[in-house]
């Protein structure tokens, strides 16, 4: 047998360059003489690159004065290193040296950041699980909302909360990338999962079911507690709310307000515990507080979002508060200067809704006495026999008019358009895509009126665009912005004109301007009223999250807030443990508002860009895009967009800006503003 060489083992395989590189075989044995031969077995540490100092006195005894072991030497930084290697002999630090050196240049494995390929792989990754978790919700829910019981309200919040953890897990995974150049879609996508869910918990499984128990727990107290007496046992119809609306009665209002924050202060100690949670995780993902994470979710640095609200609404004031200064007066008249004093707030139990953010039931305490009533398209429809599935079908004509492909077929078999005799269902419109993919449907409780034709007009759209987004990669399918997606159903909405309803055959002729104002003011009681609501809901959670309202201060803080923007004082006396804030069901399922203001903002500049592109020149409340291609290419265009861009690149696809701009809404209402300015004249406006 040939003599083996030196450079390799008893098998023949090359030996590790790092393996003792300094010393002969002679310097080796000597060395397993000595006793020293265990300073050549250094191993860096995973868990500590540092190096420390030895463990035990370098002469190999122990405190105790007994013998050692082998000398096993570790090492520090700086000075500690320093004394550890002065202590050794000469040849004994020539080989740590030597090892040292050797470790160094040829044994150490660098440890590599994540890369591009490692994104793309998980932006992949993410993208189907998502997809899936997305669709086993979507059907719990959807079975929820049409067959409300215990079992599938259960099996729906079970789903919801398995969305949400998985969510949450991608969301902080998501973070690993951030200092990585990245495609843009790739970027994109990772900004997307990091910022959802709004709301999230620290990475601690206890805090985590915590949360979700704690959110299930607020939203079954709002329900317990939501107002019925005008429809026992039907919280979940609108119907509940316009019965309540029809009372005059101070009294019967008086008592309504107050049944319907009865149990809201059991939800103070829930919602205190929530922000503590949803606090904590925000910090884990960058955040100051959980308040900036939701003002980071739109797209502009949160400073410069909160600066654009007030601009907005700067924009939108002076018209809000000749609509309060109306309503005020009406009240007055109906009740006494007393209860409704001029220059003051409105007791908020006159405003016929929870939130006083819906004043429609007020239209005939406001409404003119010497002009046209405009025209009743309840009576019309009626007249015209039209039923639910026909109104669907007006609807489904508008979008095929400006050159939309047909919904699938499926959406008619799945959709569910009246309430069902025979259980319990929600009623508010919602469009939906059941599997991310195809399955497009709305549920709606549709009645034969004209609020609801409208509303099926806004639910179809926002179908088609559910649909029109289908062919983008499962993180974009979604609005550009939860803003830009309810306007788009909103802006639809605005073409039902008394001019579309001739075109369509149920109006002979439509009303002369006269009767423009009624029309206005009935969408501004509706609309208008909200947008400062909205406000305040979002503007006191952010005070919350920051730590600038105590919990002690809680309900105060929210009627100071409530009276500064939209004018509405509390009713009666409050105590320390009450939680008003809790009557709202956004606060209660924590759900932000800031959406719901930039949507009706936004809704008005799509109406009036999609009207410049039909070609319509006249006063802009009165223009409908029914039957304008060019109209329908501009907002197809929007809705493929899905969220593959900023939503300010998708509102210029519409507007040609990417500016937001309340100048539409204050052109739509300028009849409505003129006559109010008329019917004002020598009240005391403002609080």
Known sequence: MGRRRPDRGRDGRARPACRRPCLSGAARNAQRRSGRHHLDRLRP???????????????????????????????????????????????????????????????????????????????ADAEARLLSSRQQSARADWVRQNFVTADTTALAAEAAAALAVETAALAREATRFDRLDLPEATARKLARLR??????????????????????????????????????????????????ADLRDTDQLLDLWDEGRALTPLMRRRHER???????????????????????????????????????????????????????????????????????????????????????????????????????????????????????RYAERFFASLGFDPLPATFHERSRFVRPADRDVVCSPGAWNVDGE?????????????????????????????????????????????????????????????????????????????????????????????????????????????????????NRAWWELRE??????APAPLAPADFDPGTIPEVAANAPLTDDFLAGILRFQLHRALCAAAGFDGPLHRCSVFGSRDAGARLRTMMEMGASRPWPEALEAVTGTRALDASALLAYYAPLAAWMDERNAGRSCGW
Do not use: K
């Open 438 to 554: 195809s399955d497009v449907r709305i549920r709606m409780c549709i009645t034969v009126d004209g609020d609801s034709f409208a509303a099926v007009h806004a639910a179809l759209a926002r179908a088609h665009y559910r649909w029109a987004y289908r062919a983008q990669d499962p993180l974009f399918r979604a609005g550009a912005s939860d803003a830009l997606f309810a306007a788009a159903g909103d802006a639809a909405a605005l073409s039902v004109t008394p001019g579309y309803v001739v075109e369509l055959g149920l109006l002979d002729t439509p009303p002369p301007p006269s009767g423009d104002v009624p029309l206005l003011l009935r969408r501004a009681l509706d609309e208008l009223a909200r947008l400062p609501f909205a406000l305040v809901a979002d503007r006191w959670r952010w005070q919350v999250f920051a730590g600038a309202v105590q919990p002690e201060r809680y």
């Open 45 to 123: 540490r995973r868990h500590d690159r540092a190096a420390r100092l030895p463990r035990r006195p370098l002469d190999g005894r122990r405190r105790d004065g007994r013998r050692a072991g082998p000398l096993i030497v570790e090492v520090r930084h700086g000075h500690d290193f320093a004394r550890g290697v002065a202590a050794l002999t000469r040849p004994a630090a020539a080989a740590l040296a030597c090892a040292l050196a050797a470790l160094l240049a040829a044994c150490s494995t660098p440890v590599l950041g994540p890369t591009a390929g490692d994104a793309e792989d998980f932006v």
């Open 274 to 392: 929530l922000v503590e949670i949803a606090n904590a995780g925000a910090v884990e993902m960058g955040h100051a507080d959980a308040g900036e994470r939701w003002r980071s979710a739109h797209g502009l640095p949160p400073d410069t979002l909160r600066g654009e609200l007030d601009r907005l609404w700067n924009q939108v004031r002076p018209l809000y508060e000749s609509l309060h200064c109306l309503v005020r007066g009406g009240l007055g008249a109906e009740y006494g200067t007393a209860i409704a004093p001029p220059g003051a707030a409105i007791p908020a139990h006159l405003l016929s809704d929870a939130g006083s953010a819906r004043w429609s039931g007020l239209y005939d305490l406001v409404a003119p006495r010497t002009r046209g009533r405009g025209y009743d398209l309840t009576r019309q429809l009626a007249r015209n026999r039209v039923d639910a599935p026909e109104m669907v």
């Open 195 to 244: 910022g959802a869910p709004l709301t999230i918990a620290p990475n601690h499984p206890a805090q985590q079911r915590e949360l979700a128990d704690l959110q299930a727990g607020l939203e079954r107290t709002y329900r317990a507690s939501a107002n019925c007496a005008a429809a026992p046992g039907d919280c979940l119809d609108p119907a509940a709310s316009r019965a309540a």
């Open 564 to 569: 500064e923007v939209q004018g509405v004082g």
